[in-house]
T-cell receptor
Framework: DQQVKQNSPSLSVQEGRISILNCDYT??????FLWYKKYPAEGPTFLIS?????DKNEDGRFTVFLNKSAKHLSLHIVPSQPGDSAVYFC???????????FGKGTSLLVTP | EAGVAQSPRYKIIEKRQSVAFWCNPI?????LYWYQQILGQGPKLLIQ????????DSQLPKDRFSAERLKGVDSTLKIQPAKLEDSAVYLC????????????????FGAGSRLTVL
């Protein structure tokens, strides 16, 4: 059963605009959420995270929003750059040090 | 710090043959994970080690997959015999692990080992 869902397989955005990637989860025990970025032929790299005690976390151009009541999180990239073109995975864990459950990923294409 | 090292990067085998993948985690990382990523899917956990003990292997197909982490450092993942559906990228990751003050949930991944079963 897919406990972390990314319902948009792909997204195309113009350079300079905002990219919004969405993620839903079903397991109410999840308390830590992460976004990973993956380029072809490379492993996923950590981008940004948020714990369930917060509703927003910001790091430069990247902001993650968490809506616990809706079991929904989103990643905002502003402004989007061509180098941001990659597959983005949403992941969640239930407790410190536990394995991550991943979504299927959203492929982001940022066009010049 | 050096990243997570994996080998081989690519492997092509016939079905029913065996294959082994090796992983060297980041120095000092107590927890090591093996994930399977099938094309178009997200990574799926196969097994999690804390030092040299198994924390979770509930999704490991134990009739054909085995993994070990000797001395709590390097790890090997073996598939014997391989099936067509085992074609995937096998990702190794490590983290500071349970009890770490920070970064317990942040996994650092290796580049992966791509397996093709013909």
């Amino acid at each position: 059963d897919q406990q972390v869902k990314q319902n948009s397989p792909s997204l195309s955005v113009q350079e300079g605009r905002i990219s919004i990637l969405n993620c839903d989860y079903t397991n109410s025990m999840f308390d830590y959420f992460l976004w990973y970025k993956k380029y072809p032929a490379e492993g996923p790299t950590f981008l940004i995270s948020i714990s369930s005690i917060k509703d927003k976390n910001e790091d430069g151009r990247f902001t993650v929003f968490l809506n616990k009541s809706a079991k929904h999180l989103s990643l905002h990239i502003v402004p989007s750059q061509p180098g941001d073109s990659a597959v983005y995975f949403c992941a969640a864990s239930a407790g410190s040090g536990y394995a991550l459950n991943f979504g299927k990923g959203t492929s982001l294409l940022v066009t010049p | 710090e050096a990243g997570v090292a994996q080998s081989p990067r690519y492997k092509i085998i016939e079905k029913r043959q065996s294959v082994a993948f090796w992983c060297n985690p980041i120095s000092g990382h107590a927890t090591l994970y093996w994930y399977q990523q099938i094309l178009g899917q997200g990574p799926k956990l196969l097994i999690q080690f804390q030092n040299n003990g198994v924390v979770d292997d509930s999704q490991l197909p134990k009739d054909r997959f085995s993994a070990e982490r000797l001395k709590g450092v390097d790890s090997t993942l073996k598939i014997q015999p391989a099936k067509l559906e085992d074609s995937a990228v096998y990702l190794c990751a490590s983290s500071r692990g349970q009890g770490a003050l920070t970064g317990a949930n942040v996994l650092t991944f290796g580049a992966g080992s791509r397996l093709t079963v013909l």
